[in-house]
């Protein structure tokens, strides 16, 4: 393809940006994609679907205190085109939209500009946008905010979303009644009659295919003929909310990818942008790329996946770019870098501290221990330890932050005590720093895991009418639908039991306590036990139950010992959680940690049993997925 200096032309109803390799369309003064050219095809979007069309930057907003997390659909449009640099080398263009009270009910309260750019020689293009909140403007809530790009239905049919995640996807009519049969939510449809038989049977929920902030780098579509990809990459997880495990949409039918700055996915309301009136507010969410490549024909997908991966790491050596012209985007001088050495004591399985090999350490938003995973409004910088105990956090926008980690193998979250703040060119060190996690005594038993998921739980083969293939025999098993649905189907009648020593919680602790179907809408809630033996009990003594749990959705999780009917509980956690996980596929959404106190008055020489009731049942997705569940004894001299 022949490369030239990039063009820009502006007509009264849109503009065209040329590099000689792409062409890029867009509606002018709206800003909204209308169509992308390359690789022989003459535009990759689509512009015929009944609702949404083309490329566009989305949100959805609620008034303040409005409940739920859904609220007005905005699509995004331009009041006014601005050319911010045109050269030979870059065009970038502006499409402002700048709040007022006489749109007030009907526009999100932020004034928008959202930026697009064409590099010379670069098969693609970037998008970001500056969003504020000022002074003059009313309280609202932000929900949701992205950029949504509707391909081509004719030419992009084969989806790839992670190495082992990636296949022929069927068409959006096969989603639409008769030809697919809606299932316990909307976004999941069995299809019944699908126009490519292969797909009959199957179960597509776009949930399936969710991704981690940490992992979704890149994802897309692939056409094969002409040979096309359309890739989606996140060079930096800076401007997204909940942390890097916070799991979000990528690519799905219609075809559709999606670059996700905002939403409350698998976290619920806690991630909710909540702003008062007057509040004052600039984030800059993005750059993100879209890359475009193509292969010779008969090339099969990996050699598309391939060179997307290779250039995803591209755009990762690059951030932060130097091109994107708005002064609220830093460059690499006007950012800094903390580093340190992370080690973990935990005085009951070492004898000194060891480096927290593979932790995950990061600087967010002043707060406690562990409200990373809650906070939208500000910036989040992730890196892992190296196994030496030793990180580096780099590119650090300027602001105030606390440093937080959690260590894989251990409970609860670290954070330094120290704030940190952070300006320009700042090469902040750390020192050695110890995580202590919580711990009074030493381990009696354990079940799980702690490293904040359930998927080592025993997670069942889906109800055979409710397949997706790629998940058979696949690592992430997890996804495939229905499987709530299997609780009351291998407890008919009575709940769990999990017997110390002898069970094996990979066999027979199910991944997620959930409600037993009890009629056709009917639910009960669900006791779990664990069984266990003491030897000699501390009567006076106080044992320490700890409870972290991957996941919880509209739960109310009480503990007893011993006796089951036990009014109030020994422990009660209140209504919990709106993650959704169950639901979604998610196999985990906000973490959560309990430290109970259990007298040793309450407990027997010999047999014991620890009651576990989940009393909410109002729906099948109430329930809460456990990480990792310790027992200790009373403290013990390690003198």
Known sequence: MATSGVKLTVADDHVVIDNGIVEVTLSNPGGILKQIKY?????LLELNNKDLNGGFWDLNWSEAGAPGTRGKFDTIEGTALKVIVQNDEQVELSFPRVWSPSVKGTQAPLSIDRRFIVLQGFPGLYSYAIFEHSKDMPGFNLNTTRIAFMLSKDKFRYMAVADNRQRY???????????????????????????????????????????????????????????????????????????????????????????????????????????????VWKKVLGPVCIYLNSASMGAEAPAFWDDAKEQMNKEVQLWPYAFPASEDFPRKDQRGSVSGKLLVEDRYLNKEAIPASAAYVGVAAPGIEGSWQRESKEYQFWTTVNCDGSFVIKNIRPGDYNLY????????????????????????????????????????????????SAAE?????????????????????????????????????????YTVGVSDYRKDWFFAQVTR????????????QIKFNIDNVEQTGTYKLRIALASAHNSDLQVRVNDATENPPLFSSGVIGSDNAIARHGIHGIYWLFNIDIPGSKLLKGDNTIFLTQAKSNSPFQGVMYDYIRLESPQLSLS
């Open 457 to 497: 739980f025993y997670i069942p083969d889906p109800n055979p009418k409710y397949i997706n293939r790629l998940y058979v025999n696949h690592p992430d098993r997890f996804r495939q639908y229905g499987l709530w649905e299997r609780y009351s189907e291998i407890y008919p009648a009575e709940d769990l039991v």
């Open 169 to 279: 996807m069927p068409l959006p009519d096969d989603r639409v009644p008769p030809r697919g049969q809606p299932l316990a939510y909307p976004e999941a449809v069995l299809l019944v009659d699908p126009i490519e038989p292969e797909f009959k049977g199957e179960v597509d929920d776009k949930y399936q295919y969710s991704l981690e902030n940490k992992d979704n780098r890149v994802h897309g579509w692939i056409c094969f003929d002409p040979p096309v990809g359309f890739w989606q990459i996140t060079p930096s997880n800076e401007f997204r909310n909940g942390g890097p495990f916070k799991q979000d949409l990528a690519s799905h039918v219609n075809p559709t990818t999606l670059a996700i700055f905002h939403t409350s996915h698998y976290a619920g309301q806690d991630l909710l942008l909540k702003f008062e009136d007057g509040e």
């Open 405 to 452: 980690a959690w260590v894989p193998g251990y409970i609860g979250d670290y954070k330094y005590a120290t704030e940190i703040n952070m300006t320009a060119g700042s090469e902040i060190e750390v020192g050695e720093i110890v995580y202590e996690p919580p711990r009074d005594g030493p381990t009696l038993w354990e079940i799980g895991i702690p490293d904040r």
């Open 39 to 43: 690789g022989g095809i003459d535009n």
């Open 517 to 528: 179907k009890s009629g056709e809408k009917e639910y009960k809630s669900t006791t779990w």
